[in-house]
């Protein structure tokens, strides 16, 4: 069968539910009627291979790829409101925050309750600045389907940005409680206890966060920041290494590795380090400082 059927036999066949779906009930009444239909495993089967090419495209980073998938799918068919769900997830990915604005909207005008749109929507408004309009969008999203861990750190990311870090953290937690493994969850919990100066707890979430996702440079970079609050100069120098060495253009990742340095006694190492940080930002004061107080 030809590509161009199949995709147009995916948009109006049923759709599978997902992670992000909403309106449950209305899907199941419409997979339960097409169950009967002998073409019907065909189409879910083909459906979850294009959802699969897609996702694996996302996985790689080929943002492209997946986009012009999922433009084929919504131009073959407007009214998926999957189709353009996902291709909402992709703009966003890309930084285009209109088209994903327009996208995502176009998904809630088709399906009011699709769990997924609202919160790709809400983290779209947050992006925009629109912290209220993200919140009511994430709120509903919770009420819908309080299982969410998504709509959870979303909510918590945007209570983070105005500053209110009880009510963000409780967010988190409540992602935790659903997802607790989730290391990027756990990460945000551990930036705000550093930003508290609660190195100690932070760094029993990072390890948590670091068994989860080893080879992750940010997770090692701030697990690096508690370990050289608390003076750990041996494990903050191997962290902040590991994060350099992932985030070479981050000034604030050598500004700390030059700290470690500093803490462990190797001063023409955390001199040369800083030197390279201040390369990057030439402003950052901190990195000044520290690059003066090196050189007497």
């Known amino acids: 069968m030809g590509r161009r059927l199949i995709l147009t036999l995916l948009c109006i066949a049923p759709m599978i539910a997902s ?4 309106g449950a009930r209305r899907r199941a009444q419409a997979e339960a009627r097409d169950s009967t239909k002998p073409e019907s495993s065909f189409l879910v089967d083909a ?3 294009l959802n699969e090419q897609v996702q694996q495209a996302i996985d790689e980073k080929d943002y492209a790829a997946a986009r012009a998938s999922l433009e084929r799918t919504v131009s073959e068919n407007p009214f998926s409101a999957e189709g353009q769900q996902r291709l909402g997830e992709v703009l966003l990915l890309q930084g285009w925050l209109d088209g994903a604005h327009a996208a995502y909207s176009k998904a809630l005008q088709l399906d009011p309750d699709y769990v997924g749109a609202l919160i790709g929507l809400g983290q779209v408004e947050a992006r925009m600045g629109r912290y209220r309009q993200a919140i009511e969008r994430l ?3 919770i009420d819908i389907d309080p299982k969410q861990a998504e709509a959870h750190c979303a909510l918590g990311e945007v209570h983070e940005a105005l500053g209110r870090s009880d009510e963000a953290l409780a967010a988190y937690f409540r992602a935790l409680e659903i997802e607790p493994t989730a290391a990027p969850t756990i990460l945000r919990v551990a930036m705000l206890q550093i930003a508290g100066a609660r190195y100690d707890q932070a760094l029993v979430r990072l390890d948590q966060a670091a068994e989860v996702a080893p080879k992750d440079p940010e997770i090692r970079f701030h697990r690096g920041r508690a370990h050289l609050a608390l003076g750990h100069a041996a494990s903050a120098l191997a ?8 985030m070479t253009d981050r000034s604030d990742v050598l500004y700390h590795l030059a700290l470690a340095f500093e803490l462990s006694e190797q001063p023409k190492n955390a001199l040369s380090t800083v030197e390279r940080a201040l390369a990057i930002t030439p402003e950052n004061s ?3 400082d520290l690059a003066e107080r090196l050189r007497r």
């Open 19 to 22: 992670p992000g779906c909403a």
């Open 47 to 49: 459906r979850r291979n």
């Open 139 to 141: 709120d509903r999203a």
């Open 239 to 246: 962290d902040l290494e590991f994060a350099a060495a992932s």
């Open 286 to 288: 901190a990195a000044r």
